[in-house]
């Protein structure tokens, strides 16, 4: 079973404030993924990183930004946080090579900026 | 330009019988597609997938079906149970380690 975490599960916070989503996996996983998903879309890839000290943005623009100072963790942060901002951030990982293009995700940050 | 496509936003099906999901892509770089499944309020969960060099592969009762000259694969599911209401998801992946989704297919089994 994979583990990977993600705090807080949902969060309402109001517009300006500065938040960071957490995001562990125990697995020892290289690759580091961050998605955002709005209901009936399909997952848009906003931050990647394939190892300590790697991160790159992703294929949909966002205000967040990332580090990866620890294998297992990678936090995302909204400096400022805007309605538009409001969505699930779900974040994944996955191994490095091998046999395997599967990723694990966790159960999801629901963001809500009032 | 979104690269993966499922057309169908929504399947009902009563339980017992073949649930089949329909996923098409554009890109053929691609060479290995994954379903991944989601029930509200968690993150997607792996289901099956195929390589580009298979036509199928199966697991209990799912079997991923995959066409390449029409850049065309699908999901049976049977038989369905209520279990199985949830999202679906597409996946394909090319040599980024990056995995490009489809929107998406509510399927809702019924009793």
């Known amino acids: 079973e994979a583990d990977i975490y993600q705090t807080p599960r949902y969060l309402v916070i109001g517009t300006g404030k500065k938040i960071t989503l957490e995001c562990s996996q125990t697995?020892?996983?290289?690759?580091m993924y961050w998605y955002q998903q709005d209901p009936g879309m399909e997952l848009h890839l906003i931050h990647y990183?394939?190892?300590?000290?790697?991160?790159e943005k992703g294929d949909l623009s966002s205000e967040s930004t990332v580090s990866r100072i620890r294998t297992e963790h990678f936090p995302l942060t909204l400096e400022s946080a805007r309605p538009s901002h409001t969505s699930q951030y779900l974040c994944a990982s996955s191994e490095m090579g091998g046999a395997s293009y599967e990723q694990y995700f966790g159960p999801g940050t629901r963001l809500t900026v009032t | 330009d979104q690269q993966v496509k499922q057309n169908s936003p929504s399947l009902s099906v009563q339980e017992g019988r073949i649930s089949i999901l329909n996923c098409d892509y554009t890109?053929?770089?691609?060479?290995?597609f994954l379903w991944y499944k989601k029930y509200p309020a968690e993150g997607p969960t792996f289901l099956i997938s195929i390589s580009s060099i298979k036509d199928k592969n199966e697991d209990g009762r799912f079997t991923v079906f995959l066409n390449k000259s029409a850049k065309h694969l699908s999901l049976h599911i049977v038989p369905s149970q209520p279990g199985d209401s949830a999202v679906y998801f597409c996946?394909?992946?090319?040599?980024?380690?990056?995995?490009?989704f489809g929107a998406g297919t509510t399927v809702t089994v019924r009793a």
């Open positions: 990183s394939y190892g300590v000290n790697s991160t």
């Open positions: 996946a394909a992946y090319s040599n980024d380690y990056k995995l490009s």
């Open positions: 890109n053929s770089m691609f060479d290995y």
């Open positions: 697995m020892g996983h290289d690759k």
